[in-house]
């Protein structure tokens, strides 16, 4: 079964414009913001929301990546020897409103992973999270404050979230497990 393409380039470009508007409208000023990416994809993500925001409001949003591998729960069950990247936050974030971004919300295991991580380089005085698509299945009571896109799944689809800057597209995508599969063989 072939991918279904749920999100094309300009579809992706229209979501994180009307989530950078949601984002002015809900902090009122930009100037306590920072916008974290959530290693891999939620990095090139907060960069474009970053970028879009300052297009409106003619200001710059400092953004960081956050690496929370060793933060996971699954580790050990998992037997995984994770590949710790860098963390890199250009300003201090305690008092800092936080916007945690990430590409898929599935769930909410990473996204408690990547609270812990942040909890540990300061206290900041609020984490809003932002994520390109919601699949459902949460696991953990999370949710996110934006949403480019909710896209019920069943768990034995995947949501591919592919991007420029890491995979030489812009698209999203919905796969059958099965396709993932022979797709990897």
Do not use: C, W
């Amino acid at each position: 079964m072939l991918p279904k393409i749920i999100m094309t380039p300009e579809d992706i470009r229209r979501t994180l414009a009307r989530m950078a508007h949601e984002i002015i409208e809900r902090n009122k000023s930009i100037e306590n913001l920072v916008l974290v990416g959530m290693r891999t994809r939620g990095v090139p993500l907060a960069r474009r929301l970053a970028a879009t925001i300052a297009s409106f409001e003619q200001a710059e949003i400092p953004v960081g990546a956050l690496d929370f591998s060793l933060y996971r729960d699954d580790l050990a069950r998992l037997d995984l020897q994770p590949i710790v990247k860098s963390t890199d936050i250009p300003v201090n974030i305690d008092g800092r409103t936080i916007i945690l971004v990430d590409d898929v919300l599935y769930t909410g295991r990473s996204t408690r992973a990547a609270m812990d991580a942040l909890i540990d380089l300061g206290r900041p005085e609020q984490i809003q999270l932002a994520v390109l698509v919601d699949r459902g299945h949460r696991e953990l009571p999370l949710r996110a404050d934006y949403v480019g896109k909710n896209m019920p799944s069943s768990r034995h689809e995947d949501i591919q979230v592919k991007l420029t800057e890491t995979d030489g597209v812009d698209e999203v995508a919905i796969i059958a497990q099965s396709s993932l599969k022979e797709g990897q063989q």
